[in-house]
């Protein structure tokens, strides 16, 4: 083991410290992004208010090609699943915004501040210790010294082996002693490192978990996509030649003639509920192929 002198008792919490200070610097910015995050809370409420009022619009329109004559109405069917499949996203957008809020702001809220006691109390308790191992050093250290001191001057002086014999044992006592306290200094030290290292680490884990939450509703956004695809791809299919009469438009012009006076709606297919517009699809025989 190295001996006392070769110890910097100086740098003995400076560790520490550095750790400590990268902490406690870094809280302005977890306040910041939970300040942030209040902000980006706030704008999806208002974007899912928007979206709301939009599909509320887009539904309107979409009955009325559900109402229309011939197969414009298997247009109107697709709108209605892409009006379907918006108000998903509009439930899934509200519940990303109070996720948000209440699995991650609202906790870091309060951690904050516990977070900002937490550090202030391992920093009082970490300078009271070192402060209290290192003087104990020193003092030991001093009279280690000190015999030493005089066990060379008796050597020089006095030639009795007896008081050299006591001196010298006392001084290895005295080193063994210095020895010991240096390396119990250094054990506690490492368990101060070790618990603010694993107190910086809990924040982050936190963190972690609570953004976990969050993310799982993001993803589950990701895997309707192939939903909306299968939409468009429909809407894509039965809106390619919009200036043509599709087969079924045509049969119906065909088949259209002046009502008798006992009947005045022959000939005229029954309109759709425009709140049953989920039910279309099932009331409407398949839509024809594309030519």
Known sequence: MAEVHEKDLSAVGDTFKQILSHMKNGLPNWEEFMNRGCRLQKQLENTNLALNSFVEGFTKV?????????????????????????RGQETKLRTISQTLGNKLLAPLQSKLEEWKKVTTQMDKEHQREVHRSVSEIKETAKS??????????????????????????????????????????EERERA??????????KWFCGLVKALTM????????????????????????LSTQPSELPDGSREFVESWS?????????????????????????????PPPPA
């Open 62 to 86: 979409a009955d009325l090609a559900v109402h229309a004559k011939g197969d414009t109405q298997y247009l109107g069917i697709s709108l209605t699943n892409l009006v379907m499949w918006h």
């Open 144 to 185: 280690t010294l000190r015999v030493s001191k005089t066990l060379d001057h008796k050597m020089k002086k006095d030639k009795s082996s007896e008081k050299r014999n006591a001196l010298q044992h006392q001084l290895e006592h005295l080193q063994n002693e210095t020895n010991r306290k240096v390396k119990e200094t």
């Open 192 to 201: 101060h490192l070790s618990r603010i290292l694993l107190e910086e680490r």
């Open 214 to 237: 969050v993310l799982d509703v993001e993803v589950s956004r990701i895997a309707d996509i192939e939903r909306l695809q299968s939409i468009l791809k429909d809407l894509a299919l």
């Open 258 to 286: 002046i009502p008798s006076s006992s009947s005045s709606s022959l000939h005229h297919r029954p309109l759709q509920d425009s709140r049953d517009s989920l039910t279309s699809q099932s009331s409407l025989p398949p």
